[in-house]
């Protein structure tokens, strides 16, 4: 079965601290889809990044980076030098691939709330 | 482009009442997803479209639950003798499906629901 944990609850920082947000997802497929996505105060989520499971590349977008490691299952998102935006919950997801090569449905996690503080 | 909406906003409802949830994706999107989510917890899906075609259900979805996307375009997802376990958020996604063409899932506002 596909799960994803996000074992850090909640994490408080300070404005200007760099913050390492934690996933680790299990699947059976060989080909999967790894994604992040934002939920700020307003409710609607926001799509950070995708990832499939033959791209391990990091990958690097202004004061967001995403670790990919299939050694440990593992899928993890930094922001660097946080600000009061980045308050929000923020959920890690798994997809399986799809018959038509593309995916499904999104597994997430509980998600992480990040309290950044000026 | 106007985005995934969804209508109600919010919806408050007494125990053993039925209620009808609309969803619109943007436009061009041949994908419509339904999650549900609730406090402290991560999105759950509850089933999907291609076009009008219902592709997967979840166990999460009881008899209580129907969904449907008649034309292919908007979709609505009635339950039916409404529980206080109801109560959550019902998210709506949407996204375009290819074979050579896959993008995300943009989500809706959500309604929320409250089974009183």
């Known amino acids: 079965a596909q799960k994803v944990t996000q074992a850090q609850t909640e994490i408080s920082v300070v404005e200007k601290e760099d913050v390492t947000l934690d996933c680790v997802y299990e699947t059976r497929d060989t080909t999967y889809y790894l994604f992040w996505y934002k939920q700020p105060p307003s409710g609607e989520l926001v799509f950070l990044i995708r990832?499939?499971?033959?791209?391990?590349q990091n990958e690097i977008s202004g004061r967001y980076s995403w670790n990919f490691q299939k050694s440990t299952s593992s899928f993890n998102f930094t922001i660097t030098a946080s600000q009061v935006v980045d308050s929000a919950v923020y959920f890690c997801?798994?997809?399986?691939?799809?018959?038509?090569?593309?995916?499904?449905?999104?597994?997430f996690g509980a998600g992480t709330r990040l309290a950044v503080h000026p | 482009d106007t985005g995934v909406s969804q209508d109600p906003r919010h919806k408050i409802t007494k125990r053993g009442q039925n209620v009808t949830f609309r969803c619109d994706p943007i436009s061009e999107h041949n994908r419509l997803y339904w999650y549900r989510q609730t406090l402290g917890q991560g999105p759950e899906f509850l089933t999907y479209f291609q076009n009008e075609a219902q592709l997967e259900k979840s166990r999460l979805l009881s008899d209580r639950f129907s969904a449907e996307r008649p034309k292919g375009s908007f979709s609505t997802l009635e339950i039916q003798r409404t529980e206080q376990g109801d109560s959550a958020m019902y998210l709506c996604a949407s996204s375009l499906e290819g074979t050579s063409v896959n993008y995300e899932q943009y989500f809706g506002p959500g309604t929320r629901l409250t089974v009183t």
């Open positions: 997801a798994l997809s399986e691939e799809g018959f038509s090569g593309g995916y499904n449905k999104l597994i």
């Open positions: 990832r499939n499971s033959f791209d391990e």
